[in-house]
Each structure stands twice: as structure tokens, then as C-alpha cells.
């Protein structure tokens, strides 16, 4: 059986979860409301302040579904008492970012300012070079980090980009001459 999957989810003091016949989980809390439908076959109950998931059979299908659909329902709890927060670095000095009511624009080293809309639910600041993406939806989050990364890479050979903090770079080693070349 799932590790994950088995685990009950504890409801903390505060937090409200309703589950739907249709499998629709809505979670409030201090921070927010967060919704979402799961797979119908997989049984979701409301135990006290726990919440259970269960599946129908052994089959593989099911048990993928088991420990992703905790996780999920795990996540929601989390991101509606204590939030989400991805922080980025702009490796390069010349390269800046400001935030603009809900825009963001960045000078990236191209012939023109890069503008990006910050989706609704999501907080960005931006200070000197540190870029902080939160909100109470972890896969946006994620997903929004990962965009502003892609708008500039990282070049492996001068280190100059976008990088998530805490990330490891491998550099690529420059052109060398060959000893015999003239």
C-alpha cells in the first residue's frame, strides 16, 4: 500500500474542509480558499479533523492516483494556514526586474523590456536582485517561479540568468587552444 496514500491528512484549528459527492475538496483557512475535483473512484472522507483517501483496487492506475491525491489534499491544507514561497536570483548585475501594479518588467539584456503579467492569487517582490513568488497555491507557484526562470536561462559558461536560490550551476569550461595550433 501507498505510504503517501495511507497517511491521514490533520486538519489544523481554523482550517474548514467540505467534500463534494462529485469528489470536489474545498479547503478554507486564514489565508484563503483553495478548490479542486479529484478522480471519482478514488473515496475521500472526513474523519474528525483527519482526512482519509482511499482506493479501489491495486491496480497501478489507482495506486498512482492514491499518494498524488494525498499529497494534493495535503498541499491545499498547508498553502491556506502558512503559504508558498519560491525565491529566485537575478545572476547578473546589469539585469533588473520591477513590479508594476500586476506586472512585472524585466531588463534581461535584450533590445527591449520583457513584461510579464503576475497571475491573480500570487504575491511578487522584488528586491535589488532576489525575485520572491508566493501564494497559497503551490502549483501555481511553481509554475509562475519556472516562467520568470525560462525568460532568461542560465548560460553554463558565464553564469548569468535566472536561478532559483540555493541552485547548483555546472559550468561549462571555455574554449582552450590546442597546443599544436599555429
Not at 547578473?92 to 512585472?104: A, L, Q, R
Not at 523590456?113 to 501555481?140: C, F, M, Y
Amino acid at each position: 500500500m501507498s505510504r503517501i496514500g495511507k497517511k491521514p491528512v490533520e486538519i489544523p484549528a481554523g482550517v474548514t474542509v467540505k467534500i463534494d459527492k462529485d469528489n470536489t475538496v474545498t479547503v478554507k483557512g486564514p489565508k484563503g480558499e483553495l478548490k479542486r475535483t479529484f478522480h471519482p473512484e478514488i473515496k475521500i472522507t472526513q474523519e474528525g479533523n483527519f482526512v482519509k483517501v482511499e482506493r479501489p483496487s491495486d491496480k497501478p492506475f489507482y495506486r498512482a492516483l492514491h499518494g498524488t491525491t494525498r499529497a494534493l489534499i495535503n498541499n491545499m491544507v498547508t498553502g491556506v494556514t502558512k503559504g508558498f514561497s519560491k525565491r529566485l536570483i537575478i545572476n547578473e548585475k546589469t539585469y533588473k526586474g520591477t513590479v508594476k501594479g500586476n506586472k512585472i518588467e524585466f531588463s534581461l539584456g535584450f533590445s527591449h523590456p520583457v513584461i510579464v503579467d503576475i497571475p491573480e492569487g500570487l504575491t511578487v517582490t522584488i528586491e535589488k536582485q532576489l525575485i520572491t513568488v508566493s501564494g497559497i497555491d503551490k502549483e501555481l507557484v511553481g509554475q509562475f517561479s519556472q516562467k520568470i526562470r525560462h525568460l532568461r536561462k542560465v548560460d553554463p559558461y558565464k553564469v548569468k540568468g535566472i536561478i532559483y536560490e540555493g541552485e547548483k550551476i555546472r559550468r561549462k569550461a571555455g574554449k582552450a587552444l590546442a597546443s599544436g595550433a599555429k
